[in-house]
């Protein structure tokens, strides 16, 4: 059987999640790997929330949020963007694989983008294979 | 030219009693006798009399800026500092723990503090190796010249050539020693949290018992949470006491961090936290 992986995706309410919205009522077509938490804004994000969720199971996760300049509260992706760019440092020193975890920047009129991409990071994560390092073996 | 470990002692001693004597501070930080000459400790003096017991030497490694945070907002507070202690009083300035009237800082410029576990030289494989405080009010010897400038990046040469899954094998392994004793943060100056992410159960961030996935958890998140704030000062590595290299981590972190947003930790009290900052310039190629 070929490897479905189990993807993380954690949306900003305003841009990400309203654009994954218009991706479905447009009816495009992505992969199913994909599990989505909304959050308020991409800085609502705890750098631990992607830890744990490497250990809870998580072969991916991509993180979206309004473009830089867009972000509803003004200046919260401007934050999120400085500490994700240091989970990335933490997951890569860690031998974590860094294509694992990626951030995007996802307009709520932009849901061609975000089945492209959660298309293509779906192909990326098959690509690495399941995520054994940090899961938490039962 | 740098000064004994004894004129040091000296100078310390008259500063502190003038200080205390002056109503100048309530509180000197220094350093004490231990059980003996190789383990001295944290010493508060609160009153001129005080200065007599105090010493200093070199295995006295404490970073006292730990100790700042414990006593109430606007307490007058002199502290000794070494190189990175320095930097973690500023970092503590710059976080608005204290403000920058309310402290003394007693630089000690020094070059061979020692390690006590191993008698080995501290320098930049384990700490910032810079051996001059960035600021001081009072300095407490001479300029240290003439040490070779190393970058304290380059320890980590070795570990970033390593494939990933042998970095992996290589942390796992020393995560997996760890018996959370929580050494490292009582040692950290910068780890002021209450409570501590990790003393949380709602939510349970990680396990507390010492297995793997909770270690793994406390130690990445430390990290995270040092981010743009670990001055280098490499106590946490020396309290541990199964010598899990923190250290590299930790350097690690910080070199991506001064790559990233182009500051170190604690060189100046008109920076901001860098995490607690952006440029809206920054480029999405730190993403990458
Ligand atoms: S993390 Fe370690 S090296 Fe960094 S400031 Fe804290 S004790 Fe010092
Ligand atoms: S000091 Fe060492 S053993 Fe204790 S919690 Fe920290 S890393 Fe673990
Ligand atoms: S609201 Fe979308 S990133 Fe802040």
């Given amino acids: ?138 | 030219m740098t000064s004994s470990f004894k004129s040091i002692e000296e100078n310390l001693k008259a500063e502190a009693g003038k200080l205390l004597e002056s109503g100048r501070v309530e509180i000197v930080l220094a350093y004490g006798r231990g059980y003996d000459e190789n383990h001295p400790m944290p010493f508060v003096a609160k009153h001129p009399s005080d200065v007599a017991n105090m010493v200093f030497n070199e295995y006295c490694i404490h970073n006292l800026a730990r100790y700042l945070v414990r006593y109430p907002r606007g307490t007058k507070i002199a502290v000794a500092v070494k190189a990175a202690d320095c930097r973690a009083v500023i970092q503590l300035i710059q976080e608005e723990k204290i403000k920058r009237d309310d402290v003394v800082f007693l630089g000690i410029p020094v070059y061979g503090m020692k390690n006590p576990k191993t008698g080995e030289i501290i320098d930049s494989k384990t700490t910032c190796g810079m051996y001059n405080p960035v600021l001081y009010d009072v300095l407490l010897g001479e300029e240290v010249h003439g040490q070779k400038i190393v970058s304290p990046y380059d320890v980590l040469a070795d570990y970033e050539a390593m494939d990933k899954e042998a970095r992996w094998a290589f942390w796992k392994k020393e995560f997996d020693r760890c018996i959370r004793c929580y050494a490292c943060r009582k040692a950290c100056p910068m780890c002021y949290c209450d409570p501590c992410f990790i003393d949380q159960s709602k939510p349970r961030w990680g396990d507390k018992s010492p297995q793997s996935h909770g270690n793994l958890m406390y130690h990445l998140t430390r990290f995270h949470h040092l981010a743009g704030r670990c001055i280098d000062c490499g106590e946490c590595s020396r309290a541990c006491p199964v010598d899990i290299p923190l250290y590299l981590f930790h350097k690690k972190v910080a070199k991506e961090c001064e790559e990233m947003f182009g500051q170190a930790a604690g060189m100046s009290i008109d920076d901001k936290p860098a995490l607690v900052n952006f440029r809206v310039d920054d480029s999405d190629k730190i993403l990458e």
């Fill in chain 1, 1 to 138: 059987m070929s490897f479905e992986p189990k993807i993380l995706g954690i949306a900003c309410n305003w841009c990400t999640y309203t654009g994954a919205d218009l991706a479905g009522t447009t009816r495009l077509e992505y992969p199913q790997n994909l599990r989505v938490v909304r959050v308020m804004c991409s800085s609502r994000i705890n750098p631990s929330f992607i830890f744990r969720a490497f250990q809870l199971g998580a072969d991916g996760v991509l993180v979206g949020g309004c473009h830089p300049g867009d972000c509803h509260y003004n200046t919260g992706n401007l934050y999120a963007r400085r500490r994700l760019a240091v989970t990335r440092k933490i997951l890569e020193f860690a031998g974590i694989e860094p294509g694992r975890f990626r951030v995007e920047w996802i307009s709520a009129s932009e849901g061609n983008k975000f089945a492209e991409v959660v298309t293509e990071f779906t192909r990326q994560i098959k690509n690495l294979g399941p995520q054994n390092k940090f899961k938490i073996s039962q």
